[in-house]
């Protein structure tokens, strides 16, 4: 961006004049009135992957669902229905979804993908948080019972098989990086492709051929929160939330890789952001009220904050490097966010001054796109478009299955006692 070479003098000019801007913008920002619906549906949004976002996934796979023992599903969501509610339930909803869904096949012969509902975010703690030490056992469990019960693990050994891993850190099952990153992927899972929340570039939680997925964030709630959509944006900078976790990280610098505390130390004190640990009760609204919304990573890369920013037409800061977005091959990320690298957070005051504004313009009315709010939302019931069927256009896209996915008959690839010892228990 080059903003990062100004003397100081001249970014806390360049401030001054994005305060100035931003009461002709906001109003020119306001997006068309009601009476004209049917203009956002000319805005064109384009992906990495071409004109992607609308696709129909029906007719272009076919879905097989095991039918598994109520202890892997059911019984777990009895036992504590909090995961109906938290960030990883798309874990369960997914489920649902695909019960219903026109891509299920109940002939397995015919089956491009095998899914195996497992709830494994739905063993949770006392403060309701998924427990990383079962997953492993449970999931393991889960594929012996399908690798005895079909015949179809054992032909792939799960190169046709799909999982939701919305864990923290996906299918490495921890909420905490080095710990995630000593376990590693469950190995039984080496050959499956993850669906899940965790995404960055070059790191061992992150499968080659994972599909990302945006947490899952409650649409009626976000709904109920929606406020005129020509109310004037008069916050410039909008975040809520932890900077640091005295809980897990007393010493600082390991939570958000310390980030959020440089966040904090540098703009606390600046009136241009709109900032605190405490969450209050209109911080939808807020949302809706602010040109940019900060997404940067805290435990791991990925926060609901990426997907209410979207939903509420707030550009997008994200400083999370090398995370991988969601269904990044559909959703124009680069377009509509700003990206801020975690070295730069000292500048981002004048990194965000100098975003030019036919730029945020341009960022507010493709965020005003319902197909982009679409695409980051599990609805219930499910909608043309949203994040099911990207998930689905994911795995269509990824037709046909790679040479090599069909082993020789007897031949093993995966090392069923691969692991940690504490994973090979039996759940
Ligand atoms: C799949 O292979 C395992 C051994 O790796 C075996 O125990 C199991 O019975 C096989 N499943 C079927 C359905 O043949």
Request: glycine fraction near 6%; include cysteine.
């Amino acid at each position: 961006m080059g903003a990062g070479t100004r003397p100081s003098a001249i970014a806390a000019a360049a401030l001054l004049a994005v305060a100035a801007c931003c009461a002709a913008l906001l109003v020119a920002a306001a997006p068309p009135q009601s009476h004209q619906p049917q203009q956002h549906k000319h805005v064109r949004i384009s992906g990495n992957a071409g004109d992607v976002l609308e696709d129909d996934p029906v007719g272009k796979l076919k879905v097989f669902i095991y039918e598994m023992p109520r202890k892997y599903n059911h019984y777990l969501l009895e036992k504590d229905n909090r995961c109906l509610y938290h960030m990883f339930a798309a874990e369960i909803f997914m489920h649902q979804f695909l019960l219903a869904s026109a891509v299920r096949t109940m002939n397995p012969e015919e089956a491009d993908w095998f899914y195996t509902p497992v709830y494994v975010t739905c063993d949770l703690t006392q403060q309701g948080f998924p427990l990383p030490f079962r997953a492993p056992r449970i999931m393991r469990s889960a594929i012996q019972y399908i690798a005895a019960t079909w015949p179809y693990w054992n032909r792939t050994e799960g190169a046709d098989h799909f999982f939701l891993a919305p864990h923290d850190f996906g299918a490495c099952f921890h909420y905490q990086e080095e710990r995630a990153i000593e376990r590693g992927i469950l190995p039984l899972l080496r050959r499956a492709t993850l669906v899940q929340t965790f995404g960055q570039r070059n790191h061992v939680c992150m499968q080659e051929g994972s599909i990302t997925i945006p947490p899952y964030a409650n649409p009626q709630k976000m709904q109920a929160h929606l406020i005129s959509p020509g109310t004037p944006r008069s916050i410039f900078a909008y975040f809520r939330g932890l900077f640091y976790d005295m809980g897990n990280d007393p010493e600082g610098g390991y939570y958000a890789r310390g980030a959020r505390a440089s966040v904090w130390e540098n703009f606390k004190d600046n009136p241009l952001f709109d900032m605190s640990s405490e969450h209050p009760s209109t911080y939808y609204e807020d949302m809706q009220r602010a040109i940019f919304c900060l997404c940067p990573l805290g435990w791991a890369p990925w926060s609901p904050r990426l997907v209410e920013a979207v939903v509420f037409g707030c550009i997008p800061v994200i400083i999370a490097d090398d995370i991988v977005l969601p269904f990044a091959d559909a959703i124009p990320w680069e377009q509509i966010s700003v990206f801020v690298a975690e070295a730069d957070v000292p500048r981002l005051d004048s990194i965000l001054a100098s975003v030019a504004p036919e730029d945020v313009l341009r960022k507010q009315r493709l965020l005003a796109s319902p197909a982009m709010k679409q695409a980051v939302l599990f609805h219930q019931p499910a909608r043309p478009g949203d994040a099911f069927d990207q998930v689905l256009n994911g795995l269509a896209r990824k037709l046909p299955h790679r040479e090599g996915a069909f082993l020789k008959p007897g031949q093993k690839v995966l090392d069923w006692n691969a692991g940690l010892d504490s994973d090979l228990k039996p759940w």
